[in-house]
């Protein structure tokens, strides 16, 4: 079993940037890959980034590629996102998600969810 909570969330304005967690309990942390997915206001959950359960590879959606980088910790049981030149369309809530892979994470093949952090990007 593993548990996901989500912080860093919150207000920010078109171009800047914020660094979202992703705190993972349980030893088995470092044997998951993990991702980001976001859900904006009427609209479906959608894959953001994915990271392997080394850090060795990452896998981006194309709406944030360049702009957005994962990356994880292993020894800390924590995963990131940091979100750079941000734009209004990037607001949604932000969920964490593991699973067995990270090709399957971007399948939306996901063991385990947080409960979301929103983000808000004003225009």
């Known amino acids: 079993q593993v548990q996901l909570v989500e912080s860093g969330g919150g207000l920010v304005q078109a171009g800047g940037s914020l660094r979202l967690s992703c705190a993972a309990s349980g030893r088995t942390f470092s044997s998951y890959a993990m991702g980001w997915f976001r859900q904006a206001p009427g609209k479906e959950r959608e894959f953001v980034a994915a990271i392997s359960w080394s850090g060795g590879r990452t896998y981006y959606a194309k709406s944030v590629k360049g702009r957005f980088t994962i990356s994880r910790d292993n020894a800390k049981n924590t995963v990131w996102l940091q979100m750079n030149s941000l734009k209004p369309e990037d607001t949604a809530v932000y969920y964490c998600?593991?699973?067995?892979?990270?090709?399957?994470?971007?399948?939306?093949?996901?063991?385990?969810w947080g409960k979301g952090t929103l983000v808000t990007v004003s225009s």
């Open positions: 998600a593991a699973g067995m892979d990270y090709l399957g994470i971007q399948a939306a093949r996901v063991n385990y």
